[in-house]
């Protein structure tokens, strides 16, 4: 047996250098959606917290929406595409399967040469891209990575359905990893709960559209709401804290949390199990974008430091959960002034 060990890489600590974000320009009230489900605006805003939301134009797509949301982020970062080495999108609304929308991407934005790959974790999507990413960095594997979560729901939205038609919506947000001097991402919190896995999901499956010859039809995103919520509510904290205590920190370190934007009361449950105080600032993005799923914790960050402007620099809550049901989240210093 040899005693020639494999060479150490040369990796180093990582963090968030820019965030972009890009929602379509239809804002639609919930007064456009309430007459189809037999609701009432009070109803939907008690709920959820969703005042409104945005949806693409029929003919505005996964990559277009994407392609703006890198770009705002590559402004920011002072990065150009080519620094770029590794790509990671999180969607579950892409329409191939096969190439990915990582490699249609890079193409787009002029590095066609860049690792690329899709991930489907939904929710958690863009958690787990900022996990991998940031590991990617520290092994030495990448040294500026763009994660990217986008979708468009709507393509997956029965209107009429009264449980599901208020909730979903498309946008894309984007945030570019690099290296650091100091540990900017926390250790990533990660796992599932793969024996609810139908609790959300697309229905009916491809399959059985073909099987049915139902080639007119696509899939609807449907979810058990009481069996989401609980989980949510209570699994979800637990991996906050977590996430916290695996940064060697405190609900009292932080600045931020930033969530998953699925419902403003889980939210708020969330925040209080955990234990965060006054102090930290809540993204609720939520009320006038919509549960975006993978894109929803980097459009509720950039949001939120538009907001808060103060913010950038500091520490921050990230978790991102749902169909799987999976979840991911860690701790991440917000990136600095642009």
Same mark, same amino acid.
């Given at each position: 047996?040899?005693?020639?060990?494999?060479?150490?890489?040369?990796?180093?600590?990582?963090?968030?250098? =820019? *965030?972009?974000?890009?929602?379509?320009?239809?804002?639609?009230?919930?007064? @456009?959606?309430?007459?189809?489900?037999?609701?009432?605006? !009070?109803?939907?805003?008690?709920?959820?917290?969703? %005042?409104?939301?945005?949806?693409?134009?029929?003919? !505005?797509?996964?990559?277009?929406?994407? !392609?703006?949301?890198?770009?705002?982020?590559? %402004?920011? =970062?002072?990065?150009?595409?080519?620094?770029?080495?590794?790509?990671?999108?999180?969607?579950?609304?892409?329409?191939?399967?096969?190439?990915?929308?990582?490699?249609?991407?890079?193409?787009?934005?002029?590095?066609?040469?860049?690792?690329?790959?899709? &991930?489907?974790?939904?929710?958690?999507?863009?958690?787990?891209?900022?996990?991998?990413?940031?590991?990617? &960095?520290?092994?030495?594997?990448?040294?500026?990575?763009?994660?990217?979560?986008? @979708?468009?729901?709507?393509?997956?939205?029965?209107?009429?359905?009264?449980?599901?038609?208020?909730?979903?919506?498309?946008?894309?947000?984007?945030?570019?990893?690099?290296?650091?001097?100091?540990?900017? &991402?926390?250790?990533?919190?990660?796992?599932?709960?793969?024996? =609810?896995?139908?609790?959300?999901?697309?229905?009916?499956?491809?399959?059985?559209?073909?099987?049915?010859?139902?080639?007119?039809?696509?899939?609807?995103?449907?979810?058990?709401?009481?069996?989401?919520?609980?989980?949510?509510?209570?699994?979800?904290?637990?991996?906050?804290?977590?996430?916290? @205590?695996?940064?060697?920190?405190?609900?009292?370190?932080?600045?931020?949390?930033?969530?998953?934007?699925?419902?403003?009361? &889980?939210? %708020?449950?969330?925040?209080? !199990?955990?234990?965060?105080?006054?102090? *930290?600032?809540?993204?609720?993005?939520?009320?006038?974008?919509?549960?975006?799923?993978?894109?929803? *914790?980097?459009?509720?960050?950039?949001?939120?430091?538009? %907001?808060?402007?103060?913010?950038?620099?500091?520490?921050?809550?990230?978790?991102?959960?749902?169909?799987?049901?999976?979840?991911?989240?860690?701790?991440? @210093?917000?990136?600095?002034?642009?």
């Amino acid at each position: 047996m040899t005693n020639t060990k494999i060479s150490a890489n040369s990796g180093s600590d990582s963090r968030i250098l =820019s *965030v972009g974000g890009y929602q379509p320009s239809r804002i639609v009230p919930n007064s @456009e959606i309430v007459d189809l489900i037999d609701s009432t605006d !009070e109803w939907i805003r008690q709920r959820t917290g969703i %005042e409104e939301r945005r949806i693409a134009a029929p003919d !505005e797509s996964v990559l277009d929406m994407a !392609e703006k949301a890198c770009r705002q982020a590559l %402004e920011r =970062s002072k990065l150009s595409i080519t620094d770029i080495d590794t790509v990671i999108v999180a969607t579950i609304s892409y329409l191939y399967q096969a190439p990915s929308a990582a490699t249609a991407l890079i193409a787009r934005l002029g590095n066609p040469t860049a690792a690329a790959f899709d &991930i489907n974790a939904a929710c958690a999507g863009f958690c787990y891209g900022v996990g991998m990413g940031s590991d990617f &960095i520290r092994s030495g594997t990448s040294k500026h990575v763009l994660v990217v979560g986008v @979708e468009k729901l709507s393509d997956f939205t029965d209107p009429t359905d009264r449980a599901t038609a208020f909730i979903f919506a498309d946008g894309a947000g984007a945030v570019i990893l690099g290296p650091s001097d100091h540990p900017g &991402i926390g250790p990533t919190v990660w796992g599932s709960d793969a024996d =609810s896995r139908d609790a959300i999901l697309l229905d009916p499956s491809w399959d059985v559209l073909r099987k049915n010859n139902s080639a007119d039809r696509w899939p609807t995103l449907s979810q058990k709401g009481q069996t989401v919520f609980r989980w949510a509510v209570f699994a979800m904290s637990k991996a906050g804290k977590k996430a916290i @205590e695996a940064a060697g920190l405190t609900p009292n370190d932080l600045d931020a949390f930033i969530p998953h934007q699925a419902n403003v009361r &889980i939210i %708020e449950s969330m925040a209080r !199990e955990i234990g965060f105080p006054e102090k *930290v600032a809540i993204a609720q993005d939520i009320r006038t974008s919509g549960n975006t799923s993978a894109a929803s *914790v980097p459009l509720a960050m950039a949001a939120l430091l538009e %907001e808060r402007p103060d913010l950038h620099g500091g520490l921050a809550l990230l978790i991102g959960y749902g169909a799987g049901l999976v979840y991911a989240g860690q701790v991440v @210093e917000l990136p600095p002034k642009p």
